[in-house]
């Protein structure tokens, strides 16, 4: 079995994890809630308010399960601990501009006036912001970690595992987005965004943790871009709904500024090769 089919089988079984644990869980809490009648509609606000919480339930059990299967029990000795210092990495120019550009853009095309919106109590600024940042940095981290043991080199292979991966977070994760925001394509395309930029970077978490952090966690408390449920609180109010449009342009320009770095990065070196060789 090549590198590639044993990264797609092993974050497969990550992702079923997660999924697994979500909809048990929602599944028990529902059998409890009937028991005790409550109608469809109490279910669903309860599962709406404990979403956060259930998502980072689940995806801290399935990353807890990946770091503790295969090689990496008789490698290390704490694997979760060992696996995120060695893959921090240092942070580069690159997540910085992503991480501006991101809430820059939104202002532009989201403000018409600035003004103070529906501002939220601590513990909705905490929920949100720890579980946005786990829903990404968890799969990003079992990625790092399948890399470490069954590593890509070739920018085709990378490539392919890339979208293979974005398919299935797509569809195993496509059960926590059930908001009524419809921005379920930013955060998917975002997905694959962040795993491009990792792998660009030599899977440095730390440069995608600045990204999500400052450009994805900052973005939902200032314009309320929200996966479960768009504008339940904004630091800003009157804005302009977020449209497909502005949902592809984002991703879009990140990736390809990703790739012009890349290549002129590439270029650079090229070139000063060639002069130190006197060519």
């Known amino acids: ?40 509609k109490t279910i669903e606000d309860w599962i709406l308010d404990y979403a956060w919480q259930l998502i980072v339930i689940c995806k801290m059990i399935g990353i807890f399960v990946i770091s503790r299967t295969l090689p990496v029990k008789v490698s290390f000795p704490n694997p979760f601990k060992t696996m995120l210092l060695r893959n921090l990495g240092e942070i580069n120019k690159n997540s910085i501009v ?47 970690f399948i890399q470490k043991f069954y590593p890509l080199n070739s920018k085709i292979s990378v490539l392919s595992r890339n979208i293979i991966f974005l398919t ?9 987005l059930q908001g009524e925001n419809s921005l379920s394509l930013y955060f998917f395309l975002m997905y694959f965004i962040l795993l491009e930029f990792l792998s660009h970077n030599k899977y440095s978490l730390l440069n ?11 973005s939902r408390f200032i314009f309320g871009i929200n996966p479960l449920a768009q504008d ?39 070139k000063r090769t060639n002069v130190s060789k006197g060519i």
């Open 168 to 176: 299935i977070f797509f569809i195993f994760n496509k059960s926590f």
């Open 98 to 144: 992503v991480s501006l550009f991101i809430p820059l853009y939104l202002y532009n095309v989201l403000v018409e006036k600035i003004g103070l919106g529906n501002l939220p109590g601590t513990i909705e600024i905490v929920e949100s912001f720890v579980g946005l940042f786990v829903f990404y940095i968890t799969d990003l981290m079992a990625i790092c």
């Open 208 to 218: 995608v943790i600045v990204i999500i952090v400052l450009g994805m966690c900052v």
């Open 1 to 40: 079995m090549n590198n590639l089919l044993w990264q797609s089988v092993l974050y497969l079984i990550f992702s079923f994890i997660n999924w697994l644990g979500f909809v048990g869980s929602i599944s028990i809490c529902a059998f409890f809630h009937f028991q005790l009648d409550h109608n469809l």
């Open 232 to 270: 339940d609180f904004t630091l800003l109010k009157g804005l302009n709904k977020m449209t497909t449009i502005h949902q592809i342009v984002i991703p879009s320009s990140i990736l390809l500024y990703i790739y012009l770095s890349k290549y002129s990065f590439d270029f650079n070196f090229v």
